[in-house]
């Protein structure tokens, strides 16, 4: 059985990652909310998550909530994991972060802090199809330099970051393949596009768990693959998928859904 700490256990992610996992056989050892959260002090079943007597605590006891963790799960905010990863991976626990809106910076910060020291998986978007789409999205690069690449990804109001994780890595994988030097984030007037742009467009609307579209268009045809979330569980589910993973990993490094499912090159 493989015990998990989650942070932003009361939070929409977290919530469903740990309802997920306790239906997968996994064990809730541990759960985090951010200072000022109403669920600190309760515990998961008195917060209504999960038939747990798991204290929710605030960061400042993270050595306590993943103490007896074989790995730390994570869908918060930057600010959060730029102080809480280097404590977890001191520890020696294993992580699984989902989290994104990462500058540069804070990425380079986390990754120094976790390479060396314990397996992590870093993702964007832990559903299996996206992954699957990612890959494709490095066949379709191959298509002859007059076909366009756009991405439109649609999310729900509460998402802070724009565009999307997911979205960002699609552009990184298309501007690598295809030699894009820009990216055009919505039009307005007289603008028509250049041979050198990507465009990524982004909508926040409702309760869409997730939505992506990848658009290319040549002279006389068009591709469009599309992803679409169901459900926030779909995410949970690869994160558990990604432990079950990294719980077998003896090498410290930073890993990806590729490592993951077998088909890193």
């Not at 109403?38 to 993943?66: F, Q, W, Y």
Request: proline share 5%; hydrophobic share 40%.
């Amino acid at each position: 059985m493989i015990k998990i700490c989650v942070a932003g256990a009361a939070g929409r992610m977290g919530s469903t990652l740990i309802e997920e996992a306790v239906a997968r056989g996994f064990k809730i050892v541990g759960a985090v909310e951010a200072q000022g959260n109403p669920n600190v002090g309760k515990t998961l079943h008195e917060a209504g998550i999960c038939n747990a007597d798991v204290e929710i605590v605030e960061p400042s006891r993270m050595k306590e909530a993943v103490k007896e963790a074989d790995v730390y799960m994570t869908f918060t905010t930057p600010q959060a994991e730029v102080s809480n990863l280097p404590v977890v991976a001191n520890l020696g626990k294993r992580i699984v972060i989902g989290t994104t809106g990462l500058t540069d910076d804070q990425m380079r910060r986390v990754k120094e802090a976790v390479s060396q020291k314990v397996p992590a998986v870093f993702s964007p978007n832990y559903a299996i199809g996206v992954n699957i789409m990612f890959k494709l999205t490095k066949t379709l690069a191959l298509l002859p330099s007059d076909y366009d690449f756009s991405i439109a990804e649609i999310h729900h109001t509460g998402k802070k970051d724009a565009p999307s994780g997911t979205a960002k890595k699609l552009g990184t994988l298309i501007s690598e393949a295809r030699g894009y030097s820009s990216v055009v984030y919505g039009r307005e007037g007289l603008n028509a596009r250049k041979p050198s742009e990507l465009e990524i467009l982004s909508v926040r609307a409702g309760g869409v768990p997730g939505v992506h579209d990848l658009i290319i268009a040549g002279p006389h045809e068009m591709i469009r693959v599309e992803h679409t979330a169901f459900s926030r569980r779909v995410f949970a589910q690869g994160a558990l998928y990604a432990a079950e993973w990294v719980c077998k990993q003896t090498k410290p490094g930073v890993y990806g859904m590729d490592d993951v499912l077998g088909h890193s090159q």
